[in-house]
């Protein structure tokens, strides 16, 4: 009797461990710094742009990849030994990306990616992955094909870009925006100037409003931005609250600049849309009075994901799942 016992028991583990998936390290845990420099060539009149990326030490996985949203095929790009380039356009989602097989180790940075384009400099997203394994689930009786449930994959969200790590750098803008200055805090302002983060942190169903400058400057005046256009952060959701204030800049900053003000404006941070792991960076986009447009943005901190955040959320669909 103790024997069938144990032969039940064991027979009900190994079938929990046939029918476990397997969820490997995801793609979107990979800690990646892009820097660009760029440099003019009056006699060509192209615009040089050059890059380095750094595979953070406390990242899990190697880099395979850098992809920067710009519209227009660069000339005269170089690459790093084993790594491909291309230019890719599909429908509306059009970027220029490098490629290798040979992966760059965590700790390990790379330089060589560069181009060259008659267009002028502006901050662009960039997108990356890390070289993760593939995700397995065994067949059941409900899906032949079932889809791993492995919270840190971003299964079935839309988008070509969905599931990548997004940062901000600078690269060619072809449609002539605007590129001004942006600045993310929670500090308030005092009479010694204004505090802020240069990296803040959006935690999970964190509630509160996120504080954005757009900064003034020669080209962009803060005083003609049409507020009614304004889109922000991945749910491209409207502020809050917008002001006119003046020159918030200090020290050798402020005596080197011209005093252009800047536009105030208040998100609430629950309406954003951040996701954990995915987003390193936030993006703002409009319109000046005139149409002109503006696209900037500036670096986040990306908060690690939990199981927490797919709690009560599921992030797949099976076979028999109903759509009404």
Not at 8 to 16: D, F, G, I, L, N
Not at 70 to 82: A, G, L, R, W
Not at 174 to 190: I, W, Y
Request: aromatic share 10%; net charge neutral.
């Amino acid at each position: 009797m103790n024997f069938l016992k144990i032969l039940a028991s064991y027979t009900a583990v190994m079938a929990s461990v046939a029918t476990a998936d397997t969820c490997p390290v995801a793609p979107s845990r990979i800690i990646m710094d892009v820097t660009a420099k760029v440099s003019f060539d009056a006699k060509t009149k192209l615009f040089a742009y050059s890059y380095t990326i750094m595979n953070d030490r406390s990242s899990p996985l190697a880099a395979t990849i850098l992809r920067l949203q710009i519209d227009k095929e660069p000339v005269q790009i170089t690459s790093p030994p084993k790594w491909d380039s291309n230019f890719d356009e599909f429908k509306n989602d059009v970027t220029f990306f490098w490629a290798t097989g040979s992966k760059l180790p965590p700790g390990h940075s790379l330089n060589g990616f560069s181009f060259k384009s008659p267009y002028p400099p502006g901050n662009v997203k960039y997108f990356t992955y890390g070289d993760a394994d593939v995700p397995t689930s065994e067949a059941s009786d409900v899906s032949d094909e079932p889809i791993p449930d492995c919270p840190d994959f971003f299964f079935g969200r839309k988008g070509a870009h969905a599931s990548d790590v997004v940062g901000v750098t600078i690269g060619p803008v072809s449609d002539g925006s605007l590129s001004p200055e942006m600045k993310m805090f929670r500090g308030e302002f005092a009479d010694r100037g204004w505090e802020k983060e240069d990296h803040p942190q959006i935690k999970f169903k964190e509630r509160g409003r996120l504080k954005v400058m757009l900064l003034g400057s020669d080209k962009f005046d803060p005083a003609k931005v049409d507020t009614k256009t304004i889109q922000f952060g991945p749910n491209k959701v409207a502020q809050i609250s917008s002001k006119i204030i003046g020159d918030i800049r200090s020290g050798k900053e402020k005596k080197d600049k011209a005093n252009h003000g800047a536009l105030m404006l208040e998100f609430a941070i629950e309406d954003l849309g951040v996701t954990c792991n995915i987003d390193h960076a936030l993006f703002i986009s409009g319109k000046m009075l005139d149409g002109k447009k503006f696209f900037t943005g500036a670096p986040l901190r990306s908060e690690a994901c939990t199981k927490e955040h797919f709690k009560d959320k599921p992030h797949h669909k099976t076979e028999n799942s109903n759509d009404d």
